[in-house]
């Protein structure tokens, strides 16, 4: 099968502007988690969307946001960057008896400057 | 959820065993055990999980105590590639839950 692939893989944005990354799950993966990975703060959950509803969300404001579609791939949105919004996003699908058994993408990693 | 103890760092002689530590005193009788590994600049790998019995899988072994208050995850032949933050898991439900610690840095030497 193949693995759970984010596009694009590196992004380079400016203070103000907003970006959308995207995520494409393992195939008959219904749930989508996002991540940020920063070095100070680590892996910090963003949200978790299952079949095309919003499931669990972190603390992180409303500027970030997300979606699932039918086919279960999932985009996250972030407006109005901002410079410590520069870290690495992960996507990560669950097959959907064991939520915690994820799989991650390579991540996209973004630098806001 | 409960929350996980592990060292910082370890070392390990390739081609040895690789025995990491993971202490998670408080974890409740639903709780899996949860084991991710996350090689420089990649998204974190799945490894391993278990809820009361040992569990062996192609990449490791989970080693859980009768009174699930610790864990050890044990890679039996270290290669250089095994180099990477290993993170331990105790949590249940969603994805929510799945809150990566500091980790272990485990370094694999010649």
């Known amino acids: 099968k193949a693995g759970v692939t984010q596009t694009p893989r590196y992004l380079i944005k400016t203070r103000g502007q907003q970006v959308t990354l995207s995520c494409s799950p393992i195939?008959?993966?219904?749930?989508v988690s996002w991540y940020q990975q920063t070095p100070g703060q680590g892996l910090q959950f963003l949200f978790e969307y299952f079949s095309e509803t919003q499931r669990n969300k972190g603390n992180f404001p409303g500027r970030f946001s997300g979606r699932q579609f039918s086919n279960s791939r999932s985009e996250m949105n972030v407006s109005t960057l901002e410079l410590g919004d520069s870290a690495l996003y992960l996507c990560a699908s669950s097959p959907e008896k064991y939520q915690e058994t994820q799989y991650f993408g390579p991540g996209t990693r973004l630098l806001v400057l | 959820d409960a929350k996980t103890t592990q060292p910082t760092s370890m070392d390990c002689a390739e081609g040895r065993a690789a025995n990491l530590p993971c202490n998670h005193s408080t974890i409740s009788g639903n709780e899996y055990v949860y084991w991710y590994r996350q090689i420089h600049s990649q998204g974190p790998q799945y490894i391993i999980h278990?809820?009361?019995n040992n569990e062996t899988n192609e990449m490791a072994s989970l080693i859980i105590t009768e009174d699930r208050k610790s864990s050890t995850l044990i890679l039996p032949h270290a290669t250089l590639r095994d180099t990477a933050v290993y993170y331990c898991i105790a949590g249940s439900g969603t994805a929510s839950k799945l809150t990566f610690g500091t980790g272990t840095r485990l370094q694999v030497t010649l």
């Open positions: 278990g809820l009361k």
């Open positions: 195939s008959g993966h219904r749930s």
